[in-house]
Each structure stands twice: as structure tokens, then as C-alpha cells.
T-cell receptor, first 115, second 114 residues
């Protein structure tokens, strides 16, 4: 079974802090995604990576950046955390590269609170 | 811009009942549609993926259908059990490739009671 692991289940940070959310997958998937999930808004795509060092902006990239130095690891960075970034963050991965439409496999999520 | 709607937002049924969850999307030019299950405070688990050329997919007690021309999909759950209680989300992929970036509905929260 595909395993997508997010390093923290809960995080509490202060406004202005730099925050790193880590995600690791163990199935050699090329594609990795970061979504955030908010009540009433559903899941929204922040960033997508289809290969090492490759990335694409999603629907709501403002205030976020990403890093993919190794195939199995995809990091989401909040450069200066703000209260409106309090949310559930979900990492996902899928097989193939940019030209594919394979099933997504999700991690368990990180609930981030910015105070 | 693609919009995905799921109605109802919440549903409560007695154990053993067959039920249907609905998903509609505004742009019929989709590549595939995927149904997910999410337990409280957890990530999403993929249940079924239907390609745009397919009409339905089945897995155990679950059957998902797709009518692309009318912009609708249904998830049928047979003989519901308390363990089926969860939020069910549908998501559409707008085009071929792109790694399958999905547009999600906001989900139907299902409670199956003893």
C-alpha cells in the first residue's frame, strides 16, 4: 500500500514565524501535491510538483512556497505565517509525471493553528 | 471555472439502507472523476476513479456512475453499515495530464445509525 506520511499531526505557530510542513511518500511517485482544507470551502490546491525540483502553482499559492529536493519528499513553506493560514493541510501523491491522471493518495493531514 | 457541488451536505440513515450520494459539476469537459472518503480529522482515501469514457465503476458495496453530458455522478452504497459513517467527497480532473490536479466538492457527511 502507498504510504504518504506528514511529519506533524498538529502544529501551533505564532504570526510571522517561518513554518515548514513535511511530506514523504514511499512509492516512488513522481507527482506530489499540497492542498489546504477549510470548512465550507473544501480542498484547494496550493502547489503541485511533477518531478524533483519541478513545481507548478495551484489555485492559492500566495503566501506559500515549496521545495522538492528529493523525489520522495515535498515540503510546504509558509514564509511568514498569518492567522488566515490556520487550516488543515493535506499532502498527496500519484504515480506518473505531468502527463498522467492517476489516483491520488493522501496523507493524514497537519492541522496548523497560527496564533 | 469548474465548480463541483454535493447535495445534501449531510445525511443520516438507519443501518442496512441503500443510499445514493450526488455530485454535480458545471463543466462537462472532464477527464476523470474520483470519489473519496474522509474520516474525521484524517486524510482522504480514494474509493473509485471513473474515466470520462466510462459509465460506472464498482468496488464491493460501492458503485459510482458518471453522466458526463449532464455533469453528474452518483455514489451508490448498498446495505449501509455504521462503519460507512464518514464524509464522502467527489473531485474532477479538468483535463488530460497535469498530474491529475483535482477540483473538489465540499462533501456529504454521512451518518449510518444502528
Amino acid at each position: 500500500d502507498v504510504k504518504v506520511t506528514q511529519s506533524s499531526r498538529y502544529l501551533v505557530k505564532r504570526t510571522g514565524e517561518k513554518v515548514f510542513l513535511e511530506c514523504v511518500q514511499d512509492m516512488d511517485h513522481e507527482n506530489m501535491f499540497w492542498y489546504r482544507q477549510d470548512p465550507g470551502l473544501g480542498l484547494r490546491l496550493i502547489y503541485f510538483s511533477y518531478d524533483v525540483k519541478m513545481k507548478e502553482k495551484g489555485d492559492i499559492p500566495e503566501g506559500y512556497s515549496v521545495s522538492r529536493e528529493k523525489k520522495e519528499r515535498f515540503s510546504l513553506i509558509l514564509e511568514s505565517a498569518s492567522t488566515n493560514q490556520t487550516s488543515m493541510y493535506l499532502c498527496a501523491s500519484s504515480f506518473g509525471g505531468w502527463a498522467t491522471n492517476e489516483k491520488l493518495f493522501f496523507g493524514s493531514g497537519t492541522q496548523l493553528s497560527v496564533l | 471555472k469548474q465548480e463541483v457541488t454535493q447535495i445534501p451536505a449531510a445525511l443520516s440513515v438507519p443501518e442496512g439502507e441503500n443510499l445514493v450520494l450526488n455530485c454535480s459539476f458545471t463543466d462537462s469537459a472532464i477527464y476523470n472523476l474520483q470519489w473519496f472518503r474522509q474520516d474525521p480529522g484524517k486524510g482522504l482515501t480514494s474509493l473509485l476513479l471513473i474515466q470520462s469514457s466510462q459509465r460506472e465503476q464498482t468496488s464491493g458495496r460501492l458503485n459510482a456512475s458518471l453522466d458526463k453530458s449532464s455533469g453528474r455522478s452518483t455514489l451508490y452504497i448498498a446495505a449501509s453499515q455504521p462503519g460507512d459513517s464518514a464524509t464522502y467527497l467527489c473531485a474532477v480532473s479538468p483535463f488530460a495530464g497535469g498530474g491529475n490536479k483535482l477540483t473538489f466538492g465540499t462533501g456529504t457527511q454521512l451518518k449510518v445509525e444502528l
